[in-house]
Nanobody
Framework: QVQLVESGGGLVQAGGSLRLSCAAS????????MSWYRQAPGKQRELVAQ???????NYAYSVKARFTISKDNAENTLNLQMNSLKPEDTAVYYC?????????????????WGQGTQVTVSS
């Protein structure tokens, strides 16, 4: 129901900033939850930040004071502003969307993923 395309990854020195974007193929107002995940080599994929259609946000403790998740409804994009980057932030970052469908008493969810974008923070 939606395609996600990420951009904005790259190389940056510690203390620098990057802005990641996730372009969705449909109105993001219709997406229940959008999130950024990341996965470092040899590590499990972890939730970085998420925002619901109602505007509720949630951050991993390690990034709460440094990252900001936001939505641009006009452009149908999900953004992640990353400031004060640390080498520990190095990972592939993935955009995720969860769309909940309802019909009568039935409820189901579908999850979609972007291809990922590499973020490398040098010391």
């Amino acid at each position: 129901q939606v395609q996600l395309v990420e951009s904005g990854g790259g190389l940056v020195q510690a203390g620098g900033s990057l802005r990641l974007s996730c372009a969705a193929s449909r109105s993001i107002d219709s997406i229940n939850t959008m999130s950024w995940y990341r996965q470092a080599p040899g590590k499990q994929r972890e939730l970085v930040a998420q925002v619901t259609s109602g505007g509720t946000t949630n951050y991993a403790y390690s990034v709460k004071a440094r990252f900001t998740i936001s939505k641009d409804n006009a452009e149908n994009t999900l953004n992640l502003q990353m400031n004060s980057l640390k080498p520990e932030d190095t990972a592939v970052y993935y955009c995720n969307a969860i769309i909940q469908s309802r019909k009568g008493w039935d409820v189901w969810e579908n999850a979609y993923w972007g291809q990922g974008t590499q973020v490398t923070v040098s010391s």
